[in-house]
């Protein structure tokens, strides 16, 4: 059957590779709080921030969670409608932004 | 014709009676649960960015040392324990099993290290800052809620993967779970340090405050 041909499949990645994105991680964190001691500007920061969280949880997903071992069909079930919901929360982004402005003054 | 006779006669992973992602149903289970976690902890992070957008006076309580400090020491206790879970995934698919409970054990311990860290950090801002999740001397208190729900929430998927990651470890030296059941507890461990590695930045980076 074809089970045996999956335990095959499973040997993707050796401990060395993991102990490779490991210290990327370890690596890429390190920058993360260099860049909060540094006080960049606050969008500056949230952007590269934001941008470094999602390598590293990218790093995490593929190595660690084994996804890049997997079959594609898996990913596309799983993956293109997180991001798409993920996205839509970005719709109240104009509310959040209006509301300072919009307060009666003191 | 001859052609589209063998396209339709080959068999298809679709056809049903086989599993189209070549995983057992367990593991698809997981992931379908990591997904919609993963939803939840997006809004809860939505919501404290948004909190924090529509309140011009968000305190920044994090001072780089020690709290910056000592939260990058939670994301390395967090970040290592995946490192080790990887490793007891990788024993277990080789038949490993006292390799594999070590392994969980180190896990364990990683994350049982995070817990008490994360906690001593709560009393601190509780009990020192006079933050709860109602009130704050900075006057924002949407800043104890939204903080206290996020890192809340993610505590308690920790605790509960400490346990699950306990009854995982002693089955195995009992002989008891498959390497696929390993891969699931792993599974679930790795999105646990994955979800953290989003509230780190969002939560402490961007409130840290230097001198």
């Known amino acids: ?106 | 014709m001859s052609s589209q006779v063998s396209v339709a006669a080959r068999p298809s992973v679709w056809d049903g009676g086989q599993s189209p992602y070549a995983t057992n149903s367990k593991k698809f289970g997981m992931w379908l649960f990591i997904i919609s976690d993963s939803l939840t902890f997006s809004a809860l992070l939505f919501a404290y960015t948004y909190s924090r957008v529509t309140n011009p006076d968000w305190p920044k309580p994090f001072d780089f040392t020690p709290a910056i400090i000592f939260s990058t020491v939670m994301t390395f206790c967090l970040l290592s324990s995946s490192l080790t879970m990887v490793m007891a995934v990788n024993a277990m698919n080789h038949g490993n099993r006292k390799a594999t409970a070590g392994w969980i054990l180190a896990t364990m311990v990683g994350g049982g290290g995070f817990v008490v860290l994360h906690l001593s950090e709560w009393l601190k801002l509780i009990n020192v800052e006079h933050v709860t999740a109602f009130d704050n001397p900075w006057g924002v208190p949407l800043f104890g809620g939204t903080f206290f729900a996020l890192t809340g929430l993610h505590m308690t998927h920790v605790i509960i993967g400490l346990i699950y990651l306990a009854i995982m470890g002693q089955g195995v030296m009992r002989g008891k779970f498959k390497a696929e059941d390993v891969e699931v507890s792993g599974l679930y461990w790795h999105f646990v340090d994955l979800v953290w590695m989003f509230i780190f930045p969002l939560v402490y980076l961007m409130s840290a405050r230097v001198g």
């Open chain 1, 1 to 106: 059957m074809s089970t045996h041909t999956e335990d095959a499949a499973h040997v993707g990645a050796t401990p060395v590779t993991f102990a490779k994105v490991w210290i990327v991680l370890l690596i890429l964190t390190g920058v993360e709080v260099l860049l909060a001691y540094e006080q960049v500007p606050t969008m500056i920061m949230l952007t590269i921030l934001v941008g470094l969280s999602i390598i590293k949880a990218a790093l995490i997903i593929a190595y660690f969670m084994h996804l890049k071992f997997e079959k594609l069909s898996l990913f596309l079930t799983l993956f293109p409608m997180l991001i798409f919901c993920i996205v839509l929360m970005l719709i109240f982004l104009g509310d959040a932004t209006r509301i300072p402005n919009m307060r009666p003054p003191v």
